[in-house]
């Protein structure tokens, strides 16, 4: 990831507005930061939330809070818990997401 056009910035989350989005079952928070090239995203989980696409976007992805579950389309399976990351190149491996008790998340893209 080339990070191209942010100057050095800092983000107070509690400032920015979340979206919802809905899921399969359940939502997402997204509270969304963009510039230059990139998105940062702290996305909240509701209990229950399954996602309602497969992904193609690269990301990184921290778990903070909670527990997520991340499978992809060729059938892998991939628990995270608090401190756990997984990074993923665009159109590498197509992913979802879902949790049983909620989870909040740090995404760059």
Partial sequence: MKIADVPFCTIDWSEISATQHPG???HAYWRTFE???IRVR???YTPGYIADHWCNRGHVLL???GELYTELSD???FKL???VS???ADDANPHR???NTGAKLFIVD
């Fill in 24 to 26: 399969i079952e359940g």
């Fill in 42 to 44: 702290m996305v909240e």
């Fill in 97 to 99: 997401s879902y949790t």
């Fill in 81 to 83: 818990t608090p401190g």
């Fill in 75 to 77: 059938g892998r399976e």
């Fill in 63 to 65: 778990v903070l809070e």
């Fill in 35 to 37: 510039m230059g090239n």
């Fill in 86 to 88: 997984y990074q993923v």
